[in-house]
């Protein structure tokens, strides 16, 4: 949880306004309808896109769990 909160400590006020309200709108509805969200392939985890960001979180008995957020470069996947 910490190089969350240290990401959004870095990143603009704008940026952060539009990625928390990206992560309610993500947890409150549990039907992903049009959020850009794919399952990741070998695992239980799901990405879903917000800009330059990319949030990886998978499901606990009906609720989403945040993994890491991280900004999009060639290895926002690798260590997931």
Do not use: C, P, W
């Not at 549990?30 to 794919?38: A, F, R, S």
Request: positive net charge; hydrophobic residues 35%.
């Amino acid at each position: 949880m910490k190089e969350i909160e240290k990401l959004l400590r870095k990143i603009s006020a704008k940026e952060r306004a539009g990625l928390l309200a990206f992560l309610e709108q993500l947890s409150v509805k549990n039907e992903h309808g049009n959020l850009d969200v794919k399952k990741l392939k070998g695992s239980d985890l799901f990405r879903a896109r917000k800009g330059n960001f990319r949030i990886i979180f998978h499901y606990e008995e009906k609720e989403i769990t945040i993994d890491s957020i991280r900004l999009r470069n060639d290895n926002t996947y690798h260590d997931v």
